[in-house]
C-alpha cells in the first residue's frame, strides 16, 4: 500500500490493533499493578493512584513522581512543582510521537486525532509505526492498540492498589526490563534497510549517554532529534536514502 493511499477510521481497524497488541497488554496490566502497589505505599488512595494514571497515563513519568512523593520536599508548593516539571520532562518524547502520527492522523476529525494521542502509549506507538511500515492505512488501528494499553493500564493500577499486599514489586517481576526488551524487539522490527543502522546507533549513544547523566526525559528527546536530524540529512528528495 503507499503512502498516497486513504487513511480510513473503521472498526475492523480498531480490532486489528486490539488483536496486535493483545499479548503486551499482559504486561502493561501487570506493569499497572505495580504502579498501583507503590502508590499505596506512597500514601496515595486507590482512587487517587487511578486518577493520575488517567491524567497522566506514563508508567516511566508516574513511577518518576512515586519517587518525588516518598522523597518528600520542603513545602507543599516545592513538591508540586517537582511532580510537574518530573512529569514534563520525561513525557516529553511524545512530541515526537505525535509528529511521526500525523501522516497518519493529520486528516482525521479533531476528535478521532486528539483523541486518539491522547491514548497513545510507547508501546501502541511501536506497534503503529511497525504497522504503518508495513502499508497499514486505517487509523482505527492506532485507537485500538492505544486502547487496549489504556483500559489495562487503568484496571492494573486500581487492583494493585487495592490488592497491593499482594502484588509483588514490579522490579522483582523484570517489568523494567520486559518494555526494555519489548522496544529493542520493535526497533529490530524496524529497520528495513543498512542505512537505519546509524541512525539508531547515533540515538541509542545519545540516550545511554544521558540516561547515565540522570536526564533520562530529556535523554530520550535529544535522541529522537537527533536520530530524525541524521535520517533526513541522509534522505535526498526522491526519498531514496543516501
Not at 502493561?28 to 493520575?52: C, D, E, P, R, T
Not at 513525557?91 to 483523541?115: C, D, E, I, Q
Not at 514489586?169 to 526488551?181: C, E, I, N, S, Y
Not at 549517554?209 to 535522541?223: E, N
Amino acid at each position: 500500500m503507499s503512502d498516497t493511499a486513504p487513511v480510513t477510521f473503521t472498526l475492523a481497524g480498531i480490532l486489528r490493533g486490539l488483536k496486535r497488541t493483545a499479548g503486551l497488554s499482559v504486561g502493561v496490566f501487570v506493569y499497572g499493578a505495580g504502579f498501583g502497589l507503590m502508590a499505596v505505599q506512597a500514601k496515595l488512595s486507590a482512587w487517587q493512584a487511578v486518577a493520575m494514571s488517567i491524567a497522566v497515563f506514563s508508567g516511566s513519568a508516574q513511577l518518576a513522581a512515586i519517587g518525588v512523593l516518598n522523597a518528600g520536599a520542603s513545602s507543599l508548593a516545592a513538591m508540586a512543582w517537582a511532580l510537574v516539571a518530573t512529569i514534563l520532562v520525561i513525557n516529553a518524547r511524545y512530541t515526537l510521537f505525535s509528529a511521526t502520527m500525523r501522516p497518519w492522523l493529520g486528516a482525521l476529525p479533531p476528535a478521532k486525532s486528539y483523541g486518539t494521542l491522547f491514548i497513545l502509549g510507547d508501546g501502541s506507538w511501536m506497534v503503529s509505526m511497525d504497522a504503518y511500515e508495513r502499508g497499514e492505512r486505517d487509523a482505527g488501528f492506532v485507537f485500538g492498540s492505544s486502547a487496549s494499553g489504556c483500559f489495562v493500564w487503568f484496571l492494573g493500577t486500581w487492583i494493585g492498589a487495592v490488592a497491593g499486599n499482594i502484588v509483588p514489586d514490579p522490579q522483582r517481576l523484570g517489568l523494567d526490563f520486559f518494555f526494555a526488551a519489548f522496544a529493542a524487539a520493535m526497533a529490530t522490527g524496524l529497520t528495513r534497510k543498512r542505512a537505519d543502522i546509524p541512525v539508531i546507533v547515533l540515538a541509542a549513544a545519545i540516550g545511554i549517554l544521558g540516561a547515565g547523566m540522570g536526564a533520562y526525559g530529556s535523554a530520550i528527546v535529544v535522541a529522537g532529534l537527533a536520530g530524525g536530524a541524521v535520517a533526513w540529512l541522509r534522505t535526498p528528495a526522491d526519498g531514496a536514502t543516501r
